[in-house]
């Protein structure tokens, strides 16, 4: 089979590969479709934390079962999974927390992932496709970041929920901030992505951090309560630090973007607020579940976010423009029929 080695920050090969052999506790997807993640774009550019080259990337991924030893799962069914394979023992594990288990190992992060023909996964990760297509698949992990960072933060309804970043993450978050009854606020410094939050994802607020004064706006849209609810999605060590003055007094702020330095806070400030700072750590299969429901129920309508398509052959030249926000990439999704 084919596979896309990521061989070093801006270096990518194609390889041929033995297709993978069965194996107890482990099922074979022919992969259909590849999300393209911030994860993929960020080690690309050699700036993402716990990463080590050579790699194969990719973990958004939709695909068909060829083989399983799942009782609940049939050789030809659409199919994704959750791509964080987890201990099953430690203390995380034990607590109901697989998305933060101490030996975790993501999938195109700390282990090879999905820019391949054919993928060995362990047979507990899979989901059903239920009757969803393999769009809308690929789709179901990036969304479900975002559902779990909103159901981390408890957003009730008609509390000022500001989302930090109007990325793929950020638009998923933003969009089951809306289903869980949030007013959200959109901030980001590109005018067209903020564009496409009033005209895509329905965010009735938006604002350009980089020339409107965004306190101003927040006490304007909040009626000078401040947002009681944050959610980081850029993993920018600036908007990170800066948003901490954005919060109301006992809010809650959440962090699901990453980034490699150490954060600053005023802790007079902070404390003043009796605030509550927590991290949102990939997804749990609650949280996929949520999302694939939501799909079904036309909440959550997976076109939106598509923006640029390509064929597996294409990815090794298509790759490095994704990273120009000039091109306007939401979600590139790779095509593997």
């Known amino acids: 089979m084919e596979k896309l080695v990521c061989k070093t920050p801006g270096e990518f090969e194609y390889q041929q590969a033995e297709t993978p052999v069965s194996k107890q506790g482990h099922s074979i997807i022919k992969i259909k479709r590849i999300g393209i993640c911030g994860t993929d774009l960020h080690a690309f550019e050699g700036t993402q934390p716990f ?8 973990h958004e991924l939709a695909g068909e079962i060829v083989e399983t030893d799942h009782p609940e799962f049939s050789i030809g ?18 607590n109901g927390n697989p998305n933060c288990c101490t030996t975790l190992q993501v999938s195109g992060v700390h282990i090879d992932g999905g820019m391949v023909e054919y993928l060995s996964v362990p047979s507990y990760s899979l989901v059903h496709g239920d009757g969803l297509s393999f769009d ?8 479900a970041i975002g559902a779990h960072g909103v159901r981390r933060a408890d957003v009730q309804k008609n509390e000022s929920v500001l989302v930090v970043g109007a990325g793929p993450i950020g638009l998923g978050t933003m969009k089951f901030a809306r289903i869980a009854g949030g007013n959200v606020i959109a901030l980001d410094i590109n005018d067209s992505r903020l564009a496409f939050c009033r005209n895509k994802i329905g965010v009735q607020h938006t604002i350009n951090g980089l020339n409107e004064n965004v306190i101003e706006k927040l006490i304007a849209i909040t009626n000078g309560d401040m947002p009681t609810v944050i959610i980081d999605a850029t993993g920018n060590l600036h908007a990170i630090n800066t948003a901490f003055s954005y919060l109301s007094h006992g809010g809650r702020y959440i962090l699901v973007g990453l980034q490699k330095g150490e954060i600053s806070v005023s802790h007079p400030e902070f404390h003043r607020r009796e605030a509550t700072l927590m991290s949102s750590r990939n997804a749990t299969r609650a949280d996929f579940e949520h999302v694939i429901q939501s799909m079904k129920n036309g909440l959550v309508d997976p076109k939106t976010y598509i923006t640029h398509r390509v064929t597996f052959g294409q990815v090794k030249d298509q790759f490095a423009s994704w990273l120009n926000p000039a091109n306007g990439v939401i979600k590139a999704m790779v095509s593997m029929d």
């Open 51 to 58: 990463f080590n080259y050579p790699r194969i990337l990719g």
């Open 77 to 94: 069914e659409t199919v994704t999974f959750i791509p964080y394979f987890n201990c099953g023992k430690c203390i995380a594990c034990r």
């Open 136 to 143: 809308e698949l690929a789709l179901v992990e990036p969304l």
